[in-house]
């Protein structure tokens, strides 16, 4: 393993540290669990290349992660296919050959038109085999151990806690390292009184630094122990039962990047008294590619099967590279405006739902940060800041006035929350 440097001498010294590398159980006695999963990938525009251009496609690289994996019993991998018009179909069929080959059998399901990603999601559960799903990103590289890593988690989680509904795992961006670190309580966030909203499963927990016996789940494999967050991201493991039984994700998200939706679906487990954890051990990790987005690359990478011919010859570096390229219509790629938009209004809809003073505390304080101040909250994922104040302003304005008409047809159930 190569030697990677760091100002922070606490992350070089957690980088190098072999019991966190993505390969470390392959020379440990580990019995995959029994359970099987099936893998649920929503997709749109994420193949725009020919079959002789196969392996530069993002679906390419997210199924030839998901054929990869180690120690799992992995029954179905199911494609929804939100309504593309590049060669997503057929990326597929080329990878049902070699999902035959290991009895694990791809589902391919189309729209007919672009539903959404809610929408999507809630299809693939509903043609799922298995009592555990897997949700996952199409432009998104698991490792290795990532469907072992969170299934042994929720098992053993689910010995001290029988109201675990999910593991999530970590989601690394353009790397398969935490590049920083974070305390435990500003992970998966969500806080009502300050309108705030925080993910966080990119950084590793201060608290875990001494990789001390106590922040082990297994000791005798080292894998960490989960901690219980309140809000989740994409990907993620589930009991499809209770996926169920909390309604699914709500398909009202409809404004032009889905923002939000699991935050809304985070707080519906919450309300019906589950828990929800998060696996912070970098084994089970994916890495996030952003595919179309551009803007800075902080790259490194330990040495990983996943380099070189996993994905026809291309290194992870070089899918990185090709990730930052700008692309539109493609997955949730959207510009500033749109992604602005719906930040707003997302977060107007989940604290107005919980709450009508929290959704007014949240519309002045967006008002303040969003308009008068242009923070970089909104626009640190796409690279640039909207400088016209009149522009922003009728965003915001428009963000909450197609907020209160859904929140009307919310209070009078013309739609399903």
């Not at 796409?382 to 008409?405: P, V």
Request: glycine share 6%.
């Amino acid at each position: 393993m190569k030697k990677l440097i760091s100002k922070n001498n606490k992350l070089e010294s957690f980088w190098n540290n072999p019991i966190l590398h993505p390969n470390y159980l392959d020379n440990k006695n580990v019995n995959p669990p029994v359970n099987q999963i099936s893998v649920v990938v929503a997709t749109y525009n994420r193949a725009p290349y020919p079959p002789s251009r196969l392996h530069d496609n993002p679906l390419s690289w997210a199924l030839s992660s998901i054929l990869s994996q180690k120690k799992c019993n992995l029954g179905e991998i199911i494609i929804i296919d939100d309504g593309s018009f590049d060669y997503t179909e057929k990326t597929v069929n080329y990878y049902r050959k070699n999902g035959k080959q290991k009895n694990i059998e791809i589902k391919y399901i189309k729209n007919k038109k672009n539903e959404g990603l809610p929408s999507s999601l809630n299809k693939g559960i509903e043609n799922s085999k298995f009592d555990y799903v897997f949700f996952m990103d199409d432009d998104c590289i698991l490792s290795n151990y990532s469907l072992f890593g969170a299934l042994y988690s929720m098992n053993k989680t689910n010995k001290s806690d029988n109201n675990i509904a999910l593991m999530h795992i970590p989601v690394y961006t353009r790397t398969n390292l935490p590049l920083g670190l974070i305390p435990i309580d500003e992970i998966g966030k969500v806080d009502f009184e300050n309108t705030t909203v925080t993910n966080n499963n990119h950084l590793f927990p201060e608290e875990y630094l001494s990789l001390s016996k106590n922040v082990f789940l297994d000791d005798k494999l080292k894998i960490l122990k989960p901690i219980e967050i309140h809000n989740i991201g994409g990907i993620y493991l589930i009991k499809k039962d209770i996926f169920k039984e909390a309604g699914g994700i709500c398909e009202y998200f409809k404004w032009p990047n889905f923002y939000g939706e699991q935050t809304d679906f985070s707080l519906k487990l919450n309300n019906l008294g589950y828990n929800l954890y998060l696996t912070p051990d970098p084994k089970f990790s994916c890495i996030h590619l952003k595919y179309g987005c551009s803007g800075k690359i902080n790259f490194f990478d330990i040495e990983t099967s996943r380099n070189n011919n996993n994905f026809g010859g291309h290194s992870l570096e070089e899918i990185v590279k090709l990730s930052s390229i700008p692309k539109r219509n493609s997955g949730c790629r959207v510009n500033t405006e749109d992604w602005s938009y719906s930040k707003i209004i997302s977060h107007y809809i989940i604290f107005s739902k919980w709450e009508k003073e929290i959704g007014q505390k949240w519309k002045t304080k967006i008002f303040r940060e969003f308009v008068e101040q242009n923070l970089n909250n909104f626009s640190a994922p796409i690279g640039k800041k909207i400088m016209d104040k009149k522009k922003r302003e009728e965003i915001w304005k428009k963000a909450i006035i197609d907020g209160d008409n859904l929140l009307k047809k919310i209070n009078l159930n013309l739609v399903s929350v």
